[in-house]
Nanobody, 127 residues
């Protein structure tokens, strides 16, 4: 059973940078496609970023390109979401997701396609 635990959220100032971590247990991260979503109250979960099983392909949703990046440390079995120039609109709960994949370079964007979800970490950006 795959378990995901996010960390690194908190209260930050607009303009700051942040790194969210997702610790993966139960499977090696290089057997999984990984992603990040975020959600604010009253809205659907929004796709943020994904990284392929190989780690060689990444994708950031268009509206967040330039400020968000996703990376992975296979030795630590951890996936990261790096955010620069935080804005108040970035406030929300950030979720890490995982999916068992056979293809090494597949990017998964739809929430219903993911098999595993972490409990989420709250990010609050004050202006």
């Amino acid at each position: 059973q795959v378990q995901l635990v996010e960390s690194g959220g908190g209260l930050v100032q607009a303009g700051d940078s942040l790194r969210l971590s997702c610790a993966v247990s139960g499977r090696a991260v290089n057997t999984l496609g990984m992603g990040w979503f975020r959600q604010v109250p009253g809205k659907d979960r929004e796709f943020v970023a994904a990284i392929s099983r190989s780690g060689g392909t990444t994708y950031i949703t268009d509206s967040l390109k330039g400020r968000f990046t996703i990376s992975r440390d296979s030795a630590k079995n951890t996936v990261y979401l790096h955010v620069n120039s935080l804005k108040s609109d970035d406030t929300g709960v950030y979720y890490c997701t995982a999916k068992s994949l056979s293809g090494p370079n597949i990017i998964v964007k739809a929430p219903y396609q993911y098999d595993y979800w972490g409990p989420g970490t709250q990010v609050t950006v004050s202006s």
